[in-house]
């Protein structure tokens, strides 16, 4: 921990630095205006907006607007490139509709924020644009979006408990995955939650189910298998009926959020997690390794990415997946 704590300072002093005289070897994406500071924790939080040369999303000049782009970095940990470069691999598809204004909730495109934590991110967005982060954006929590609100969060550290009281470095391939994440909610957001919330996402989850449970045990759950055979109690029939064996271990080792939803937030996770590893990568490598199982969504966010919501295709779907006789989402009126 010390010696994590001593790189930390050694990259947060590095990071200083840029911020204050971009160095000319990064003249193609030079810092954008002037910094925007506010209160924070910790003493001013100060986030600065970024452009590239090509003014292409996210580095993209906001018309109408001083000192402002579609990223914002306020970190000091992962270096104020990464995240740009994350969303700009993006597919053209889905950089494209991110960045188009659409109606009062995205009047300007999206726009990415990089902060150090959910602390720091609280107090700045709260001073700069007076909205109230909320706390379920603090745990177990890596990145946020909103629903009615133009733009994303991604932290550096994270608190990975309700209870942790110190925030913890994301692993560079988390924190990429991370905005992949977010894009998959914003996306999703843009489409009025239709993407996951729709009767045909609803579809393709139910198929999803079928031909994960239809595959052997003992190829999804390798680690509660012995000699290849199911450990108890996962070879008890009352409490793990073969049919439904596989899916039900799922929803027991990974959070309720992403595959056994109870609230109005019915699938969004599901959605924009398949989603964020079809972009590659996902968030977490271990919810990541079923979602590459959960074949019929996948084809479908795959499709997404690299052709839109479009026309669904007709081939290409996994054994036991079909496209869907449902209407396709549709954007909203603007
Ligand atoms: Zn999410």
Redesign the pocket.
């Known amino acids: 921990m010390r010696k994590a704590l001593t790189m930390f300072g050694a990259i947060a002093a590095l990071a200083i630095g840029f911020l204050s005289t971009p160095p000319a070897a990064h003249a193609a994406f030079p810092a954008y205006g002037n910094p925007i500071d506010h209160p924070g924790p910790n003493g001013n939080v100060r986030c600065q907006a970024y452009e590239n040369a090509a003014q292409t999303y996210p580095g993209d000049r906001i018309p109408n607007t001083t000192n402002k782009t579609h990223y914002f970095y306020c970190g000091s940990v992962k270096g104020w490139n990464m995240a740009h470069n994350e969303v700009t691999q993006l597919s053209s598809y889905t950089r494209n509709l991110l960045k188009a204004k659409l109606g009062v909730n995205a009047p300007t495109g999206v726009t990415y924020y990089v902060f150090k934590n959910y602390d720091e991110a609280k107090a700045w967005i709260l001073a700069e644009k007076g909205f109230n982060i909320p706390i379920e954006a603090r745990n177990s929590t890596r990145g946020f979006?909103f629903d009615d609100e133009n733009f994303s969060i991604i932290y550096e550290k994270w608190y990975p408990t309700d209870t942790a009281t110190t925030p913890i470095d994301l692993s560079d391939s988390d924190f990429r995955g991370t905005i992949n994440?977010?894009s998959g909610?914003q996306l999703d957001y843009r489409y009025d939650l239709q993407l996951s919330t729709g009767q045909f996402f609803k579809t393709l989850v139910n198929q999803d189910k079928a031909v994960y449970n239809a595959k052997a045990f003992c190829f999804i759950w390798a680690s509660k298998c012995s000699g290849g055979l199911p450990v108890s109690p996962y070879d008890n029939a009352t409490l793990y009926p073969v049919a439904t064996r596989n899916y039900k271990v799922l929803t027991e080792t990974y959070p309720a959020?992403y595959f056994n939803p109870v609230t109005a937030r019915q699938w969004?996770?599901y959605w924009?997690?398949q989603y964020a590893d079809t972009e590659n990568p996902g968030t977490d490598t271990g919810i990541d390794s079923h979602f590459a199982q959960l074949l019929c969504s996948r084809r479908w966010a795959g499709w997404v990415r690299d052709h839109g919501v479009t026309t669904p295709p007709t081939t290409g779907w996994a054994t036991g997946c079909s496209k869907p006789s449902d209407p396709i989402p549709t954007l909203p009126p603007q």
């Open positions: 979006s994440h977010e909610h959020d969004r996770e924009a997690e």
